[in-house]
């Protein structure tokens, strides 16, 4: 580790893998109702579970988002990090927001939670992805500028590479379109219009310069590829990603009351959205084929390629399947929506951070890399949890197209419910994948336990 | 990528691009907030309604429903149950909740009064008065 502050980011990686199992849990409990309808009913109805897994998948995205910044900006600046303390400080508040929220979703009616909270006064609870209560969102905001600060500061005072201005041009993204949580109008056409400016700008948005600064700096140090080249290809890829993923919001807006003129720009914009997931995996492959050392270690080499195929399958080819205004007029909020979903946060943004955690971890810890050993262990729950997450998304999509037709094409269609009753065979296969990503996740974790006795890689 | 595209070239690319799309997005978003009234059922937008949509959010019903398909896929669209089951239906539909079948998805009961039925009745009229293009293809949802 080149400066001792950027160890405040070890605390932000295990409670972003401990939040990672809790939210594949409360997955594994929602693909149960999917099949057993009250399964735990009525003590974890589906939509707390669901709320749960959602907000559990944000917080530890938050969590690695921060942490890979408390690591990478100290070493991108060449300086200390502003404040270590104001990290720690941040993360206890962040770690105790984020807890009990999640346990007023689970002990506490939403509405009473609601009514508790203050929602009386500024009504912005009961929206999907940003179902927190008030004091958690602003809670969210003082954490996120308080964090972006003492990032800001790092960084003023040091080196300005392009890496950083781009995450933190990222991380000031998140930030402030999370302001749009706060605007809920009694127009529900607006509500949702401006819901997506959250939603997509994140997501489709900000969240890629993040993505992109992050693999970039892993590229950097285990490629040892020169800088100049690899941060050009940061510039472009970015540039591609907003070109196409601002106005591609317009994809959100068909069905929802905005001008049917979206049709046109939603569908003409986000079809060339796959052209920048695409760009980041033929980086992430050149530039390891240009490698220009042989890193120990493996597995964080095999994530970041990992991150450029899968955020392409998963944002770039499952996003296109379904963006077109024709083609979403009968897949829009099915399961087709729901497989896109998962492979998307997977590939790009769960496995990003899980990339910038295999690099970062084992320094921390005073190695360059694991063991042979913990790495083969690493390894072998990248592919578990990958190809769980494949078929995962293989089963939804069967699930999806058979619901499209039954429900929507069918000369006479069934009801809702009739045809999920159809569509029951995928619904448990995609539940018998989720265990399996649950496997590769425990294996996961057991790898950071593993010692093996491997001098080759001790630094 | 040759060595005459450096850079700073990519950078300033980024820059321009980014604000040049961001201020067309901005432009459309304008255009769209005249064109709203036309579409939105914004007249309809009575103190019934918004007690309702209020009361659809602190239920959480997105965590279950969608809602002109945004939401989850756990139970039916309801954007069109007001033309595709009736104000009575929904009603009696909430109250009889949960149904206690085994084995099957259960709603739970909210324990709205009278008063609350109808104000979410309102809402889901409302909601189903948005032009939203013909969507969904049929009253299945």
Same mark, same amino acid.
């Given at each position: 580790m080149q400066y001792q502050s950027q160890a405040v980011a070890k605390p932000y990686f295990i409670a972003a893998i401990a939040l990672f199992t809790g939210q594949i849990l409360f997955g594994l409990i929602m693909g149960m109702q999917y099949v057993v309808g009250d399964f735990l009913f009525p003590e974890i109805p589906f939509n707390v579970a669901r709320m749960v897994h959602t907000n559990l998948l944000i917080v530890w995205l938050l969590f690695g988002f921060m942490g890979a910044a408390y690591y990478m900006v100290p070493e991108e600046s060449e300086? !200390? +990090?502003?404040s270590p303390k104001l990290a720690i400080a941040l993360f206890w508040i962040f770690l105790l927001a984020g807890a009990a929220t999640v346990l007023g979703y689970l002990f506490v009616p939403y509405a009473t939670l609601a009514e508790l909270t203050g929602n009386d006064l500024l009504a912005t609870m009961g929206r999907e992805f940003l179902e927190q209560p008030l004091p958690t969102k602003l809670g969210i905001v003082v954490v996120a500028l308080a964090f972006l600060f003492n990032i800001t500061m790092t960084v003023l005072k040091g080196r300005k590479t392009a890496i950083s201005t781009v995450l933190l041009i990222g991380l000031w993204g998140l930030a402030i379109f999370f302001l749009f949580s706060f605007y809920n109008p009694h127009n529900l056409v607006k509500d949702k219009y401006y819901w997506w400016w959250v939603v997509h700008l994140w997501v489709e948005g900000v969240w890629e310069l993040i993505l992109g600064a992050l693999l970039a700096f892993v590229l950097i140090k285990v490629t040892g590829v020169d800088r100049e080249v690899i941060e050009k290809w940061l510039y472009v890829i970015i540039t591609l990603t907003l070109v196409t993923g601002i106005i591609g919001t317009g994809h959100h807006y068909y069905w929802i009351g905005a001008p049917e003129y979206w049709q046109w720009w939603g569908s003409i914009f986000s079809a060339l959205e796959p052209i920048p997931f695409f760009a980041m995996t033929v980086f992430a492959f050149n530039m390891v084929n240009r490698r220009r050392r042989e890193h120990p270690n493996k597995a964080a080499v095999l994530w970041a390629l990992g991150t450029g195929v899968m955020a392409f399958l998963g944002a770039g080819v499952w996003g296109f399947l379904h963006t077109l205004a024709p083609v979403n007029y009968y897949t829009h909020g099915s399961q087709i929506t729901a497989a896109h979903g998962h492979m998307a946060f997977y590939g790009a943004y769960v496995m990003v951070v899980l990339t910038l955690i295999s690099y970062a971890m084992p320094i921390i810890r005073g190695r360059a890399a694991n063991s042979n050993k913990a790495q083969v262990l690493e390894m072998w729950s990248f592919w578990l949890m990958t190809i769980a997450m494949v078929f995962i998304t293989l089963f939804l999509t069967a699930a999806g197209i058979l619901q499209v037709w039954l429900q929507?094409?069918? !000369?006479v269609p069934m009801s809702f419910m009739a045809t999920q009753d159809q569509v029951a065979l995928f619904y448990w296969m995609r539940e018998w994948a989720g265990v399996m990503f649950l496997i590769g996740l425990i294996v996961y974790i057991v790898s950071f336990f593993v010692n093996g006795d491997d001098k080759a890689t001790a630094r | 990528m040759s060595g005459i595209f450096t850079k700073s070239m990519a950078r300033n690319i980024f820059y321009g691009g980014t604000v040049f799309f961001f201020l067309l997005f901005l432009a459309l978003t304008f255009d769209s907030h005249r064109e709203f009234p036309k579409r939105d059922n914004?007249?309809? +937008?009575?103190p019934q309604v918004i007690a309702g949509k209020k009361i659809w959010e602190t239920r959480n019903c997105i965590g279950c429903h969608t809602l002109l398909g945004e939401g989850a896929y756990f139970a039916p669209e309801l954007g069109n149950v007001y033309p595709r089951r009736g104000p009575d239906f929904i009603k009696g539909w909430m109250q009889a909740q949960p149904t206690g079948a085994p084995g099957r998805r259960q709603m739970p009961q909210f324990h709205l009064t009278d008063e609350e039925l109808d104000n979410i009745v309102a809402f889901l009229k409302y909601t189903s008065e948005i032009n939203t293009a013909n969507w969904p293809p049929n009253i299945e949802g």
């Open positions: 300086t !200390e +990090l502003y929507r094409v069918a !000369e | 914004s007249q309809n +937008l009575t």
